[in-house]
């Protein structure tokens, strides 16, 4: 087949590629993004905002980045967690959908329809997971997500009230999900023991993903709460992030919420998205094989001048963990997780390498400043540290991005909700530079 294909690709050449210098003529946003690095406003949302800079007469001023839940800052919902020592994912999930905080009774409630909905349906798990193992999880994730629509008994219905129980059983099962799937891929594709726990009522969320995925079943409260606390702040991005983007414009057709979040997850998997904490972790063992002293600040600088040079690593001349579309400051998610992992490491006995990452940080961060001549040290986004934090609760990589969409169904599931009221389907303009021609008939080509 392949080489069919590529025989057929020889007599056509080469595809035609788009002169980016169209994008100018015709005044096109590229990547709907202005020339400034805004993103170009196409819809209002109030699931969550990103507080990266400050726009004064026109002009981008940078600032210390904040992230808001439904009006809340997220350093105010972890600050008020951490000092009470409880486990937040299930509330911000709640505050994400409902629009409320929710009190004591309220909570309470949310969480035992939680437990209820994640019961995956009858046979799922032989028939759907374990009888074809996929070798990625995000794919199987997917898969799993478009095969809950048959279990549903009316799938396509827009009623606000049925799309609200399908989020809340979707954002139940996924853990699960990921969970079985990941078994099944070390079993069947890795030859490795099967492993099916089944999660505990009394544990929340980041207790039974732990629970579910280590085959001891052994973690800490510190390790929970860091998984909690990443769960929490991955969860919601802002209607602009790629797959909230593509949960909106998918969900604005008209179409079940199983295709519209199985949407969500397609975007999520993408190396420019989710999958970027992979790219980061892949690009610190690159750094660690070819500097010999980890220490040595000048080493590591050198190393990474010709990282961003397209020097070394893939060639692409990223920092990868460095700079974000909205952030400019700082990331605030960053911010809340180095912190965490500072006194993780401690516990781990991993205190170099996070003093390692910090180095990358700080240099890595006046390097970038440096190349694109900008007033303000590039500050680390929420990747540099997600990779290394999953890293230390001996969390393999083949989980990191479907963690991030566990964390991510209920934003996804909040911003569906909005798009079906608003209920406009979304259809932008393209401008087509092909030119008319004549059309020849077979026998005369």
């Known amino acids: 087949m392949e080489d069919k294909i590529r025989k057929l690709l020889a007599t056509f050449g080469e595809f035609e590629s788009i002169d980016k210098s169209l994008y100018d003529k015709y005044d096109i946003r590229r990547g709907l993004r202005n020339k400034d690095g805004t993103g170009v406003l196409v819809g209002i949302t109030g699931v969550g905002d990103v507080h990266g800079y400050k726009k004064v007469n026109g002009e981008k001023i940078p600032d210390q980045g904040d992230l808001f839940y439904r009006g809340y800052s997220i350093k105010d919902i972890v600050k008020d967690l951490k000092e009470s020592k409880r486990f937040g994912f299930e509330e911000v999930i709640f505050l994400l959908l409902f629009n409320k905080l929710p009190n004591e009774n309220e909570l309470n409630t949310f969480k035992a329809i939680l437990i209820e909905e994640r019961n995956l349906p ?24 478009l095969a809950l629509y048959a279990y549903d008994k009316d799938p396509d ?39 099916i726990n089944y999660p505990y009522e009394d544990k929340s969320i980041a207790e039974n993903i732990l629970h579910l995925i280590r085959s001891d079943d052994k973690y800490s409260d510190l390790e929970a709460k860091i998984l909690d606390l990443l769960l929490i702040i991955q969860a919601e991005h802002g209607g602009g992030n790629n797959s909230a983007f593509a949960t909106h414009v998918v969900s604005s057709s008209g179409t079940d919420t199983y295709s519209a979040i199985a949407a969500g997850l397609a975007s999520l998997k993408g190396p420019r998205h989710g999958g970027a904490n992979l790219k980061v972790a892949q690009m610190l063992r690159n750094i660690e094989e070819n500097v010999k002293d980890l220490k040595d600040k000048a080493l590591l600088k050198d190393y990474l001048v010709k990282i961003l040079a397209g020097k070394a690593f893939d060639h692409k001349g990223l920092i990868y963990g460095i700079g974000h579309a909205v952030y400019t400051l700082s990331d605030p998610r960053a911010i809340l997780l180095k912190n965490e992992a500072k006194v993780l490491a401690q516990e781990c006995g991993m205190k170099e390498e996070y003093e390692f990452i910090e180095n990358v940080e700080n240099i890595g961060g006046e390097l970038v400043q440096e190349k694109y001549n900008k007033e303000y040290k590039v500050c680390a986004n929420v990747d540099l540290y997600s990779g290394f934090v999953y890293k230390m609760l001996k969390i393999p990589e083949d989980l990191y991005t479907p963690l991030f969409a566990v964390a991510r169904m209920s934003g996804w599931c909040a911003h569906r909700l909005e798009q079906i009221e608003d209920n406009k389907i979304i259809r932008p ?17």
């Open 122 to 145: 009858k046979y799922f798990l032989e028939d759907n997971i374990l009888k074809v193992a996929g070798k990625n999880i995000m794919n199987k994730m997917t898969q799993s997500m």
């Open 157 to 195: 219905s827009l009623d606000r009230e049925n799309v609200m129980s399908q989020s809340i059983s979707l954002i139940s099962k996924m853990p699960l999900i990921m969970a079985y799937a990941f078994q099944a891929k070390k079993h069947y594709i890795d030859g490795k023991s099967l492993l």
């Open 429 to 445: 303009a393209y401008k087509s530079i092909s030119v008319n021609k004549t059309y020849v008939n077979l026998k005369e080509r």
